[in-house]
């Protein structure tokens, strides 16, 4: 019984510990975030923010209702959040606007804000598909 629960043991403690020992220092972060409400996406850029400035590159993939924050048109409603996003990419994060759903939502290239790059397959997977990359979905 006590073998039986042993290998129990070191059989989850491998589950456990091996994403610890895959995850390297910098890998990079890719935040899929599709929300426009005020406090989860303020905390997906903010959590961003923070692994960012640990050294890990930082992507954040506007689609959906947060499409609304990477556009001039929704300064008024979502300042804090826009004010978060020019800081990331003022420290070298890449914001990447999910193109049909900012023509879903009536908006064009022109309406981005500063710094907010439009996506595509290779600007979009270069970031998703980098070696290492965890994502994070709000």
């Not at 989850?12 to 975030?33: C, E, K, R, Y």
């Not at 009536?106 to 990359?133: M, R, W």
């Amino acid at each position: 019984m006590l073998k039986k629960l042993f290998k129990i043991l070191v059989l989850a403690s491998v589950f456990v510990v091996s994403p610890l020992v895959l995850s390297a220092a910098n890998d990079p972060l890719f935040i899929n975030l599709s929300t426009d409400e005020a406090n989860r996406s303020l905390m997906a850029i903010n959590f961003g923010k923070h692994h960012s400035s640990t050294g890990h590159p930082l992507t954040i993939f506007l689609n959906d209702k947060a499409v609304i924050l990477g556009v001039k048109a929704g300064s008024s409603k979502h300042a804090e959040q826009q004010q978060a996003l020019s800081e990331v990419i003022n420290t070298g994060a890449l914001v990447i606007m999910c193109p049909p759903c900012l023509k879903q939502a009536g908006y064009s290239e022109p309406d981005l804000v500063a710094g907010v790059k439009l996506g595509g397959p290779k600007v979009t997977g270069d970031a998703l598909f980098k070696d290492g990359t965890k994502t994070m979905s709000w």
